[in-house]
């Protein structure tokens, strides 16, 4: 079976700055797949590469075993798309443009359309231009789930909808998966939806892929450990891979552990704690001292 997205060290540099740094990605067929990172990482060019917008500097990719760079018309035949910005042909009502998608689509589902833009209320004869964001991507998710894709690759997709939209927009979405075993891979800053609806998230710093789990493995993998020791911190636990950071107030330590804390744990009973008590934590905490790691802002001091 194919890999539903598959890249070898796909690179995309813009005169000299490196957005997309040698990504590898194997992809499964049928997941939900979160791409997480700070502004400016590189999620959205390394999805313009996969919807061969972009062409890679180097390093290959391809969808359902299609190539991203020799088969572009068939990877987009296949793959619904939901860009970060909207910039349909603002003179054309929401009618026209769906007129004209259907003629570049075979695949395309008339049934679905009609239920989708029933769902979403979208507005048919009004000039897209004068559509507000939240239903310039509702329009978008029409056309792309209306294609039938096998594939859906959305980027920030429900920044800028309301409550009631995201939770449908998921509803849709997680129904797509389980009735036609269509892959997602998107992009969010709203870790939350993720750690909900994802089965694996990766996460992007500097156009580097620095990490990739299942949710399930994240959350199994990380704790905080509050301990106090007899003495002072003993040091050699701070240098330890498995520790993202340590905090002291008073004698009580809380050690962030980002995978295998039982190892730790271990190690932490060797220095014959007074206490020792482990909370666990959330895939935002989890990014949070990600990114703190590697130096991004210390966003993870105000976590609540
Ligand atoms: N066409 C372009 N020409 C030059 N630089 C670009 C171009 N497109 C993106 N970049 C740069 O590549 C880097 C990655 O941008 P990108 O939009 O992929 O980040 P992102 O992770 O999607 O960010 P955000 O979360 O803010 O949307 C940025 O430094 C951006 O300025």
């Not at 008339?110 to 939240?134: C, N, T, Y």
């Amino acid at each position: 079976m194919d890999w539903a997205i598959e890249c070898r060290e796909l690179t995309k540099t813009f005169q000299d700055y490196t957005a997309v740094d040698k990504v590898n990605l194997q992809i499964p067929q049928g997941i939900v797949y979160g791409l997480l990172g700070p502004n400016g990482a590189g999620k959205t060019t390394l999805i313009r590469l996969l919807m061969g917008i972009f062409r890679p500097t180097s390093g290959t990719g391809a969808i359902l075993g299609r190539s991203i760079t020799d088969e572009t018309g068939a990877v987009r035949q296949s793959v619904g798309y939901v860009a970060d910005v909207q910039d349909y042909y603002p003179q054309m009502t929401a009618e026209e443009l769906l007129d004209f998608c259907r003629g570049l689509y075979p695949s395309w589902d008339r049934d679905k359309e009609r239920w989708l833009l029933k769902q979403f209320h979208v507005p048919m004869g009004k000039w897209i231009r004068a559509f507000s964001k939240g239903m310039k991507t509702m329009l978008a998710l029409t056309i792309a789930l209306s294609i039938r894709p096998q594939v859906l690759i959305l980027d920030e997709p429900t920044s800028g909808l309301d409550p009631v939209i995201k939770r449908m927009f998921w509803q849709l979405v997680l129904e797509e998966t389980a009735a036609e075993g269509m892959t997602v891979f998107l992009s969010t800053h709203h870790l939350r939806e993720l750690e909900r609806f994802a089965d694996k998230v990766g996460v992007l710093f500097d156009g580097r892929l620095l990490q990739e789990q299942s949710i399930e493995q994240l959350k199994a993998s990380s704790r905080k450990l509050q301990v106090v020791f007899p003495a002072g911190f003993p040091e050699p636990l701070r240098r330890l891979p498995e520790v993202l950071s340590v905090e002291a107030r008073g004698r009580v330590y809380t050690i962030v552990v980002a995978t295998r804390w039982e190892q730790v744990y271990q190690q932490v009973q060797a220095y014959e704690p007074l206490f020792v008590e482990t909370l666990d934590m959330e895939l935002e905490e989890i990014f949070l001292y990600w990114m703190s790691k590697e130096g991004y802002g210390d966003a993870w001091r105000h976590v609540g």
